[in-house]
């Protein structure tokens, strides 16, 4: 047997011994060997199912990139990343579009806005306490793009405020915005209603939303009218009989 001969045979059996070690059991992922991260929104049995991950999947060989374009079909998911751990580990990490308000497309039926304003879902139903809008004039909506309204202004105001409603923890209250007339927009807590005016210092319009039903008893047994539109002046209340 020549040198060269032996050479060759050494190589490829090298060769064959790394493939063998390449796709060993030692590789393959389980679900123990998984770890998921970020979700709230969407379930980790969704996840799972999307990953398209069985008890022959190698983690060396797993496609990260299918498995990212099928989770995030899921419009609550705003991006996924991944990481290996060797020998068999999978990180997922999970970064979801966070749901912000309803929308009322047409009577009984609610589009699902996220922070941003894009429509995440459109159901007759939801259990997830957030602020009602009120007002928007739109034509058509498409699931996963923002909404299109007649008036982005309206629009910018309805994702200003109930981002800070959320913030303030305002939305178990049964909140509402009403932005109909932008430059007095309305925003009802149980049956307390706060005209806000425009955008200008929403923030602290808001946190004074909060320190009024902080002193106010049975605030939820109450109906009533404040006129916040200037902030910094002495705000009025008036009990409506």
Do not use: W
Not at 30 to 49: F, K
Not at 91 to 114: K, W
Request: aromatic fraction near 10%.
């Amino acid at each position: 047997m020549s040198m060269k001969f032996k050479t060759i045979l050494v190589i490829c059996t090298l060769a064959l011994a790394a493939v063998a070690f390449l796709f060993s059991p030692l590789f393959r992922i389980d679900e123990s060997a998984l770890v998921i991260e970020g979700y709230t929104a969407v379930s980790r049995a969704e996840i799972l199912n999307r990953l398209e991950i069985d008890s022959r999947t190698n983690l060396l060989f797993f496609n990260t990139v299918e498995a990212r374009r099928r989770i995030m079909q899921n419009l609550y998911v705003d991006d996924v990343s991944f990481r290996r751990e060797l020998p068999n580990r999978l990180h997922v990490r999970v970064q979801e579009r966070r749901l912000s308000a309803y929308v009322e497309d047409t009577p009984g039926n609610f589009l699902f806005i996220d922070e941003n304003g894009r429509v995440l879902d459109a159901r007759t139903f939801f259990t997830e306490p957030k602020p009602i809008v009120m007002g928007l004039n739109f034509t058509r909506f498409a699931l996963g793009e923002l909404l299109e309204v007649d008036n982005p202004a309206a629009f910018f105001t309805v994702v200003q405020y109930a981002q800070l409603l959320n913030r303030y923890e305002l939305t178990e209250r049964a909140a509402r915005i009403d932005v109909s007339d932008i430059e007095n927009t309305r925003i009802m807590i149980y049956n307390i209603e706060f005209n806000v005016g425009d955008i200008m210092q929403a923030d602290e319009k808001v946190r004074t939303i909060v320190e009024i039903l902080s002193v106010l008893p049975n605030a939820d047994r109450i109906s009533g009218f404040v006129d916040l539109r200037e902030i910094r002046s002495q705000y009025s209340f008036q009990i409506l009989t």
